[in-house]
């Protein structure tokens, strides 16, 4: 998912008229093609990659932590 939306930005940046634009422009958006050409990643640590569902997993865990806290806080 997050894979096509570089696509879609990097082709959509491509097929706009970007060359009658501003230098200033021009240089940031081959600056943003070149990024989404890069696969977007999730890192934990210095060296380990994290696919969106253990990220997904990890976010739904501690807001099921801070809800048993937040309950026991608040009785």
Known sequence: ???DLN????????NSDWLAAE???????IMVMCY??????????????ASLVVFTTVIKMSF???????????T
């Open 7 to 14: 696509d879609q930005v990097r082709d959509a940046i491509y």
């Open 36 to 49: 989404t050409h890069r696969p977007l990643t999730l890192k934990t640590g210095i060296y380990k990659e």
């Open 1 to 3: 998912m997050i894979h």
């Open 64 to 74: 099921s932590y801070f809800n048993v806290l937040r309950a026991v806080n608040t």
């Open 23 to 29: 230098v200033e422009l021009r240089k940031m958006m």
